[in-house]
């Protein structure tokens, strides 16, 4: 009930803001597990994947936001859990699959932190572990502009990503994640 609530709020703000133009939303599965991978040019990007999804999303947030208690509850009443970041997280990583497991949407960032200058870059292997542990339909997403009031911003929501072919090559996390950073690429390109 509170996400909903919280994602009505925040979509009226946004629309107040922003000026956004969502492609692709048909292209997100209504069912099953699913994962959708975005770049990331600013703190805005989690809400803004968040309320131009048509699914919940449950996203991995970094420790350190889990550290106060008033954000803490609000964190986890919005479907996020912690990662550590700069190590591997086996905690979150079980998480984020169980996640899958139970047929929800996970919104990640691939990239980790911030593209400071927005340009694309590489993504951490966690989305391509994500990928090949799971059965979920990898989506991929991209964000255009700039935060600005009255600016517009483009949000992209991509085919899904074909990997059967791949996954019977056996490949590392990395080289799924690189996969998936030249399909987010690919959305940036064609829609500039």
């Known amino acids: 009930m509170f996400y909903k609530f919280a994602k009505n709020v925040v979509k009226i703000v946004y629309k107040l803001l922003f000026k956004i133009k969502v492609i692709g939303k048909e292209n997100v599965p209504k069912k099953g597990p699913v994962i959708i991978c975005s770049n990331h040019i600013s703190n805005y990007d989690p809400p803004m994947v968040g ?4 699914r919940d999303l449950h996203f991995m947030a970094k420790e350190e936001l889990f550290e106060k208690k008033w954000l803490n509850v609000l964190l986890n009443n919005l479907n ?3 990662v550590k970041r700069g190590m ?4 979150a990583l079980r998480l984020g699959l169980t996640r899958l497991k139970d047929n929800h949407a996970l919104g ?15 993504g951490l292997a966690g989305a391509g572990f994500f990928a090949m542990r799971s059965s979920a339909t990898v989506i991929p997403c991209a964000i255009m502009g700039e935060y600005k009031r009255g600016s517009s911003i483009k949000v992209i929501y991509g085919k899904p990503i074909e990997f059967e072919s791949l996954k019977q090559e056996k490949p590392s996390a990395q080289t799924v994640t690189d996969e998936i950073m030249e399909n987010i690429q690919s959305l940036l390109d064609e829609n500039r």
């Open 51 to 54: 309320i131009t999804c048509p």
């Open 80 to 82: 996020a859990f912690p």
């Open 88 to 91: 591997r997280d086996r905690n």
């Open 108 to 122: 990640l960032f691939p990239e980790g932190t911030r593209s400071k200058d927005g340009q694309l870059k590489r």
